[in-house]
């Protein structure tokens, strides 16, 4: 990195406080004999994805789950549920190009530090900015938020399916099996690696989120009733606010996983436009839907907004492509989570036993969390409020600040006080969510048994909690 990038990362000029230099490789005899003529005639081919493919796989690990859910979230606060969500949607995109800058000045003045942290590279930016403890602590909230979010996409996939099987041949199979039948198609493909060994995989991934996000707007104009519903409530409760707050932070998060992009691309200092563009094209594909669904459906809009179209070949083949991508982006998000296992069990970075021995039953155990709570309405503002908004709102402003004082031995104003206000941002969305979505367990009366003690209730209860909003009077 050039002396002109280095100032620009820091935000000014100056002499750095700490540059730790690299030491340079011992060459063996056979390379010394080699000319450096021979070296330049034919150089190395860059490694690593690109810019395009890094957009591909943050829109892949956006998903379509925003599409199917987010209108109903919106339509839940009124309009000002738009207001809610963009300011949300900035705030994340922002302190995701700051993790991404942190990682950049761990590169540049701790180079050795971040070759050895390539795998983990949230835990490493904890453990520079907070010492080893804040580290483990780190590890184990995100290990947590990340197994806990593939139960929900688990859930909606495997009701998906479920519902388009009815619908095509009339088989009411049970979404307890067919969590059985994903589990067993999808846990190979976890087999593998980093999103640079799962080129196919973020391909499907991306454009499934423009596919979708077409097919519900059409489907959504060809089936809007004849007579415009009423207006949703123009001033949202503090249960809506609530519900939107965790439903936009957990549909939106990548931030456990950008690292992960950042060290695979080929120009990590290109991250940050990476990020923009994928957060302009999935505001552009998911606010767009969610427009259409406010404006011709008005408060009838449902938790899940393909709940409001009548059957036809569109909706059939809009849900299998919802159901299968919910699959990838679980295949994309659960990555960060392996690599940290793996690194704690001392697994090798490399295709193996050990590897499929891990995985495989890590995706077991959260087939048994599925099986056991099929109630995963709740589990999404839960894993939103409570588990993922430390790694949104939280934990990027105060690492960048921390990591960027001991490279530079200064602190701006400016960043004191954008990152005071994310994180009282945080911090209020997250007690709102958290507060809101156990006092919706407590009062659950009819909570769904495990799919292993009552496969019937357990798949009815899902049916009805799909079915929308249980609006305040």
């Known amino acids: 990195m050039s002396a002109q990038e280095t100032t620009a990362l820091l935000g000014y000029g100056g002499t750095p406080r700490i540059l730790e230099t690299p030491p340079t490789p011992r060459r063996s005899f056979f390379e010394a004999q080699e000319s450096s003529h021979h070296s330049s005639k034919f150089p190395e081919p860059p490694k690593g994805i690109s810019v395009f493919t890094a957009i591909c796989y943050v829109l892949g690990v956006f998903g379509v789950m925003p599409v199917v859910a987010l209108p109903g979230a919106i339509v839940y606060c009124g309009w000002p549920g738009f207001l809610i969500a963009g300011l949300l949607l900035l705030t994340e995109a922002y302190t995701a190009t700051l993790l991404g800058r942190s990682w950049l000045l761990l590169e540049v003045f701790w180079p050795r530090e971040a070759a050895a942290q390539r795998r983990y590279p949230y835990p490493a930016l904890a453990e520079k900015a907070g010492g080893p403890f804040l580290r483990k602590v780190v590890s184990c909230i995100l290990d947590i938020a990340i197994f806990g979010a593939a139960v929900p996409f688990m859930l909606l996939a495997a009701e998906t399916l479920q519902s388009l099987v009815a619908r095509l041949a009339g088989l009411d199979f049970s979404f307890c099996y067919w969590l059985l039948i994903t589990t067993f198609f999808l846990t190979p493909l976890l087999w593998y690696g980093t999103p640079k060994d799962l080129g196919l995989v973020t391909w499907l991934g991306a454009g499934s989120v423009v596919v979708v996000s077409l097919l519900t707007i059409i489907s959504l104009a ?29 549909q939106f998060d990548i931030h456990p996983m950008i690292l992960t992009v950042q060290s695979d691309m080929r120009e990590k200092s290109r991250l940050p436009v990476a990020v923009i563009v994928a957060f302009i094209m999935a505001a552009t594909a998911f606010g767009s839907v969610s427009v259409v669904a406010f404006t011709l459906y008005g408060d009838t809009v449902k938790t899940n907004i393909l709940n409001n179209l009548s059957g036809g070949p569109l909706l059939y083949a809009n849900m299998a492509i919802v159901a299968l991508q919910m699959l990838l982006c679980l295949v994309l998000g659960i990555n960060t989570l392996f690599q940290d296992l793996e690194n704690t069990l ?30 995963f309405g709740v589990a999404i503002e839960l894993v939103g409020g409570f588990l993922v908004t430390p790694f949104i709102f939280i934990f990027p402003p105060i690492f960048h600040i921390l990591i960027k004082k001991k490279a530079s031995g200064r602190v701006d104003v400016k960043d004191l006080v954008l990152a005071s206000n994310v994180v009282t941002i945080g911090l209020v969305g997250s007690y709102a969510a958290t507060s809101e979505s156990f006092l919706q367990v407590f009062q659950l009366t009819d909570f769904a048994p495990p799919c292993y003690i009552n496969l019937t209730a357990a798949t009815s209860s899902v049916r009805q909690e799909s079915a929308g909003f249980q609006k305040e009077d």
């Open 222 to 250: 060809l089936d809007a009733p004849a007579t415009a519903p009423s207006a949703p409530d123009s001033t949202p409760s503090w249960t809506a606010i609530a519900y939107c707050f965790g439903a936009v932070a957990f």
């Open 346 to 375: 001392q697994i090798p970075d490399s295709f193996g036993w050990r590897r499929i021995c891990l995985r495989t039953l890590v995706m077991l155990a959260i087939l048994f969390v599925c099986e056991s709570i099929p109630h």
